[in-house]
């Protein structure tokens, strides 16, 4: 039986960025980053009330479209619960189209907000980790941000065919803990970039070797990300993605080539254009002067946590 939201009802969902890829682990491998967009809703009699403060104020729709809400009226949905009206105030730090997740916390956002009124009508009604991976995931097409999102960490995901046609494919994920030492930093361009479109450049088949060498990287970058650090370089290669995007994103394919000259592992976050850097020093000040000349925003971030809800 359905059961219904009194209005009046508030909860704020505060939910992390996230990089995926991470070299080697095409929509496999992900990480929770330390920025962060809040999501406050609350529960009326009627109608729907919307507004976007921050990145993406401008662009994204102020109504049932926006994916917030569509979120939140699917966690309700898969909860069995039922709601007159919602207000939902959105404050967004994370950029948008940059390759940090913004779509994927956008979908966690507002599936945990959902699960957190949901908590507050009956706990017994709340949606699993496994539930939110699973339905963050379908809005997401890849379980790699999303599941990043939901967890934090750093998180290995996969997922398998249903057996039955119609049915949805079934997203998994598991957290990893990621070795205290590791320091990240994000190079985020001012251009935005399409996931559409750098996925369209990808081939069809990859050659068995350069797909071979990619297992092997991504074996290893779990083993760089949560024991030794000192692998990260050569975990973070990559032979199926980067360079067949590299034609797009020039900026970014000249970042990354120039960070590893150095000697940090840099790789492409997402499908870009921000470049992400992995290492156990700090990034040297000439670098990240030159970053910056070059209209790039430098951010130094932990690792986080998963979606909070209070």
Wanted: with cysteine.
């Amino acid at each position: 039986m359905t059961q219904t939201l009194p209005a009046g009802l508030t909860v704020t969902a505060r939910v992390p960025a996230s990089t995926a890829n991470i070299g080697p682990g095409f929509d496999t491998l992900g990480l929770a980053l330390g920025y962060f967009d809040e999501i406050t809703v609350t529960t009326t009699e009627a109608g729907l009330t919307v507004r976007v403060e921050g990145e993406g104020a401008d662009d994204v729709p102020c109504g049932p479209s926006h994916l917030v809400v569509r979120a939140i009226e699917r966690g309700l949905e898969v909860a069995g619960v039922w709601v007159g009206g919602l207000d939902v105030y959105c404050r967004n730090v994370i950029p948008h189209s940059r390759g940090l997740g913004s779509s994927a916390s956008a979908a966690v956002g507002g599936l945990a907000a959902a699960n957190g009124l949901v908590s507050k009508l009956d706990p017994a009604l709340a949606l699993s980790q496994a539930q939110l991976v699973q339905l963050s995931s379908e809005f997401e097409g890849h379980p790699d941000n999303a599941s990043a999102s939901v967890l934090g960490g750093a998180v290995v995901s996969w997922y398998e065919e249903p057996s039955e046609t119609g049915e949805p494919r079934q997203f998994f994920a598991t957290r990893l803990e990621v070795h205290p030492d590791i320091r990240i930093v994000a190079l985020v361009p001012a251009e935005h970039s399409s996931t559409a479109l750098t996925r369209s450049l990808l081939p069809e088949l990859v050659p068995h070797a350069d797909a071979a060498f990619n297992v092997s990287r991504a074996a290893l970058a779990v083993v760089a990300l949560t024991e030794r650090p000192e692998l990260l370089m050569a975990a973070t290669e990559d032979r199926l993605h980067q360079s067949q995007r590299a034609a797009a994103l020039p900026l970014t394919t000249r970042w990354v080539a120039l960070l590893r000259e150095h000697g940090i592992a840099a790789v492409v976050s997402g499908a870009g254009p921000t470049v992400l850097a992995l290492a156990k020093q700090p990034l040297p000040d000439e670098l990240r002067l030159a970053a910056e000349a070059e209209g790039m925003v430098v951010l130094d971030l932990e690792v986080a946590d998963g979606v909070q809800v209070h």
